[in-house]
């Protein structure tokens, strides 16, 4: 028995035997290595036929394991595929109405009596911030239909800015309108919201056999 051989029959000996059935049923090996798998598999009392059979129950039982875009799966895609969409109405609706009724005009020019220091820079970050995230959604939704590995982590990370963007834009809003108050009853309402679905969803993404099992690519 040459280096080569010492070492691969080394390697098999030390392999559990779920290792050794995958190997066995796959083949491949050169006339060599299957004589040295065949040896060990023996060694330790299995067959050609236990070897099938292992490994025919073990894909059955992934087989019976849940996967695929079923189940509670159904309304978190509802929910991504209807989250920039939302985004996008609020978007039109609340600054084309600031346009139009001249609000950017009365808060923004420096000649208007009642210009604010900082609006413009706010109203530009809250649509900036909001395409961004029109766009991770977008991409959250190619990850989920995809069903990438990626999707669970990107999915809690999205989850979790939304949070912190609901309490950090209050914050900077109170900083340009004196008559804000950081946490009015419209914001609570939201952060109570976000919260309860973090705290809902996010779980699911780290223990559902189903999340794990489905999102492999």
Same mark, same amino acid.
């Given at each position: 028995m040459n280096e080569y051989e010492k070492n691969l029959k080394e390697n098999y000996e030390n392999m559990h035997d779920d290792m050794l059935?995958?190997?066995? %049923? &796959?083949?491949?090996?050169?006339a060599e290595a299957k004589i040295l798998l065949d040896a060990e598999l023996n060694r330790r009392g299995f067959t050609q036929e236990t070897a099938i059979q292992t490994n025919l129950e073990?894909? %059955?039982?992934?087989?019976?394991q849940p996967n695929g875009l079923r189940g509670w799966l159904i309304l978190v895609g509802i929910g991504i595929v209807f989250s920039p969409?939302?985004?996008?109405?609020?978007? !039109? &609706?609340t600054y084309a109405q600031i346009i139009n009724d001249g609000t950017w005009q009365k808060f923004s020019s420096i000649? *208007?009596?009642?210009?604010?220091?900082h609006f413009q820079s706010l109203m530009l970050g809250e649509v900036i911030f909001n395409l961004c995230m029109m766009i991770a959604l977008i991409y959250l939704i190619y990850l989920f239909g995809s069903k990438s590995?990626?999707?669970?982590?990107? #999915? @809690?990370?999205? *989850?979790?800015?939304?949070? !912190?963007?609901?309490?950090?834009?209050?914050?900077?809003?109170a900083?340009?309108? +004196?008559?804000?108050?950081? #946490? +009015?009853?419209?914001? @609570?309402?939201? #952060? @109570?919201?976000?919260?309860?679905f973090f705290g809902i969803w996010v779980p699911y993404m780290?223990? *559902?056999? &189903? !999340?794990?099992? %489905? #999102? !492999?690519?």
């Open positions: 059935l995958n190997l066995k %049923t &796959r083949g491949g090996q050169t073990a894909a %059955t039982e992934k087989i019976n969409i939302k985004i996008g109405f609020s978007i !039109v &609706r000649d *208007s009596p009642n210009y604010i220091p590995k990626k999707f669970p982590k990107f #999915f @809690i990370a999205v *989850s979790a800015i939304s949070i !912190v963007a609901i309490p950090l834009d209050s914050f900077l809003a900083l340009v309108f +004196d008559d804000v108050k950081v #946490f +009015d009853m419209e914001t @609570i309402k939201e #952060f @109570i919201k976000s919260l309860l780290l223990i *559902s056999k &189903r !999340v794990k099992n %489905t #999102f !492999v690519h």
